[in-house]
């Protein structure tokens, strides 16, 4: 009797522990989840505000949750099963590194709407520089300059050259706001107009002049650029095939062969096989990337 009370009570302590230990596992997790879902939605809205769209910090960071949530149980479920382990640490394996990329996702949601304004504000600033240019040729000082462009009102150039006279109305130096200007857009052809406005007023030099040979140099490199574009389409849509290959070929073998596949799956050498695809599937569209990616 007395032995079994013992085994019992050893039974009961080692439970016990792993309890505690689960419980502050979880509880350290979700505190951590928090703060950096708080701090991931406050610097994501900040962004999003570069980009004139406005959304609150506690619901970018409610919406990263669902998803990573969601991502989670999209892998976790399909790959759960009682009588194999590692099945299910695969599962919980994958569905914490979707969930891990999915909470990512505002965030380079945002880099690419970065990209894409850059590229239309620089395809307006060639025909804002001509107007500016001729604003001058006309006797109006730059700040009026800059009115001419916003009176247009084409987005996004029109909304930055809005924020940087607001600026200078309620008492910003020129040189403060142009360069808060050249930062929150993040244009080289942009940065090198601000340079070229800077040292104009600094040395008395010929705006309009500077203005038009700018304009000719942008409109010359998108030239090439659209060129290069043209030229790697193949290889980037060939990049995009080979790597969907592997993925679609698995899913309808799958689906046809359900008593082939599932054996192989849910093995240790079929997951192993099945990760080293994937990584290879990634280090070869990785590599595509760089060869078809060509800075002009």
């Known amino acids: 009797m007395n032995g079994t009370t013992l085994f019992w009570s050893t039974v009961a302590a080692v439970a016990l522990a792993f309890a505690g230990f689960a419980w502050m596992f979880v509880a350290a997790l979700t505190e951590g989840t928090d703060n950096y879902a708080r701090t991931m939605g406050a610097e994501t809205s900040r962004q999003f505000e570069d980009v004139f769209m406005f959304v609150s910090p506690a619901k970018i960071a409610r919406l990263g949750r669902l998803a990573a949530l969601a991502a989670f149980f999209l892998f976790f479920i399909p790959l759960f099963s009682f009588t194999s382990a ?3 640490i695969t599962g919980v394996v994958l569905g914490l590194a979707a969930g891990a990329f999915v909470f990512t996702l505002p965030g380079r949601y945002v880099r690419f709407l970065r990209a894409r304004r850059r590229l239309k504000f620089n395809e307006q600033l060639v025909d804002a520089l001509g107007t500016m240019s001729n604003a001058l040729r006309a006797g109006f000082s730059i ?7 916003v009176e247009t009102g084409e987005k996004p150039i029109a909304q930055e050259f809005t ?13 403060a706001a142009l360069t808060s200007l050249d930062a929150r857009v993040g244009s080289e052809d942009l940065t090198l107009v601000c340079t070229a406005i800077d040292i104009a007023r600094r040395t008395g030099g010929n705006l309009t002049d500077i203005f038009e040979k700018i304009s000719e140099t942008i409109r010359g490199r998108m030239r090439i650029e659209r060129r290069v574009r043209t ?10 095939i080979v790597s969907c290959m592997p993925l679609v070929l698995g899913l309808a073998m799958t ?3 359900p008593a082939t596949m599932k054996p192989f799956i849910f093995s240790l050498m079929g997951m192993g096989c099945i990760g080293l695809t994937l990584g290879l ?16």
């Open 255 to 257: 689906v046809l062969k």
């Open 86 to 88: 590692i099945s299910t």
């Open 163 to 175: 924020v940087f006279l607001q600026q200078l109305r309620v008492g910003m130096g020129f040189d």
């Open 143 to 149: 700040n009026q300059a800059f009115e001419s462009v």
């Open 281 to 296: 599937v990634i280090v070869g569209w990785l590599i595509i990337r760089k060869i078809t990616r060509i800075e002009v």
């Open 231 to 240: 030229l790697t389409a193949q290889g980037r849509m060939q990049g995009l």
